[in-house]
């Protein structure tokens, strides 16, 4: 060949042959073999390399529904031999009805020989509608679940009352005395050996309990059967005439600090709401007031007075009310102050004002009040100022102050009585030309400690004379926080009875001997109503 020849073509030979020995040698891709198990049977199929379960389960024309499952997940590049196994899960829904069996409730009943029994409420079993899921997977059942449940008809407690007589002596009493103990209303009657129930759901808060002013209607508060985030509770009337009156709901909820009748109205309800929260102390106060009329059946007009309102300093606590003995005036009481409500235009009019408490907590200080017997003065407990270097928010002290309407002129009665001191006046005794009323009030005894002391019955005169202890004795324990409750009339002596709880059951102490009765022994307790 000629020379020209190889020095043209030799040079494209070996770039050639360099070019072809840099390039990744070519590699053909082999075919994987994997097995898929469903529905009862095993096939073995062929996918080419880099498949996933997903790729397998369409080349053997598997579909799975939105429940099946595989193992491993459909996204899963497999290797060869690898295995599949599909899972065919379904579900399906059964609707039961369920018997809801009654519960049995025992109520301690004083009036009744120990050991005695007697049948208050017949039990009644309860209906409820129950959805269950089934699961099933490969057509075995493998769970069971309840996914709902409706209350088609309640449940009704059997109520039985057990005898646990109690070795007290009877004591005839003047009017009505009613009293709740383990969430039920009880009525005294002309003596304490006569008592008798009047709502046995056990089921009352305690927030409000008062007899109207003829003693025929007890007003009270149940707890709300819906969570406490959405209602805290619904207030209610009931008749004390009767062996088994039947409560009335008055359709208002949300009631904690204060509902009572009007004096003089028969029957007219004053009433204030909250908002209930998840957050304490569970309500957020709306710091309104209505009244409702009640004609004896049902619950009949309702008539705002206040809006809503912040209500002051700490008014998230809330407000309350105190009808005048006449029931033509209303006082407020809220953490900086009280005053007098105009129940025309709703106008709040400030009488004195008072340096909140700042508890550092939960709840708020709101000042104890009381009006005369002659409607012409209020007695509260007043924040007194402190000494020493202390805020006058955290004074530790407290004055239980009279306020003669009339004058404006106020004074401190008795000092350092305790933030809750809860004054409570007698009703008038005496002669049509000269009248005159007694103060009930407790007095701490650890006065610098008020928020945690007990406290021991007072009484003294209207004018703050005459100061002395009647209940508990010297060296005994002394009182929870509450307010005294006076019997609607003298004794016959010209003395009178005031109601007190201690230690969870209600005693009666004379004014004028001194001497204390007991008259419940249950320990259960709570709140007293005497008209």
Known sequence: MPKEFFTRTVPFILAFLLLTACQAPQVQQANLTVSVTADGSTHHVSLPAGSTVQDALKAQGLTLSQTDRTTPPTYTVLSNGASIVVTRVGEEFETQQVVIPFDHQELRNESLPAGETRLVQAGQNGLKETTIRHVYENGVETSSSIVSETILQAAVPEIVMVGVQSPFAPVSIPGKLAYLTGGNAWLIEDSTSSRRPLVTSGDLDGNIFSLSPDGKWLLFTRKSTLPAAQQINTLWVVSTSGQAPTPIDLHITNVVHFADWQPGKLYTIAYSTVEPRATAPGWQANNDLFLLAFDGFRPGATFKVMDASSGGIY??????????????????????????????????????????????????????????????????????????????????????????????????????????????????VGSAAATSYLIAYLQATFPVQSETSRYRLMVMDQDGANQKVLFPAEGETGLDPQTPVWAPTPLPDGGNFIAVTYQGNLWLIDVVSGQAQQVTGDGLTSQISWR
């Open 315 to 428: 008014g998230w606590w809330g407000t309350t009310f105190a009808w005048s003995p006449d029931g033509k005036r209303l006082a407020y009481s809220r953490p900086d102050g009280i005053g007098e409500v105009d129940l025309k235009t709703g106008a709040m009019n400030p009488i004195l004002n008072i340096t909140p408490l700042n508890t550092h907590s939960d709840w708020a200080w709101t000042p104890g009040l009381a009006w005369g017997a002659d409607s012409q003065a209020i007695y509260l407990v007043t924040h007194a100022p402190p000494t020493g270097l202390i805020s006058p928010e955290e004074s530790p002290f407290f004055d239980l102050t009279g306020l003669s309407l009339a004058s404006g002129a106020n004074a401190d009665l008795v000092q350092q009585t305790g933030m809750f001191a809860y004054p409570s006046v007698s009703p008038e």
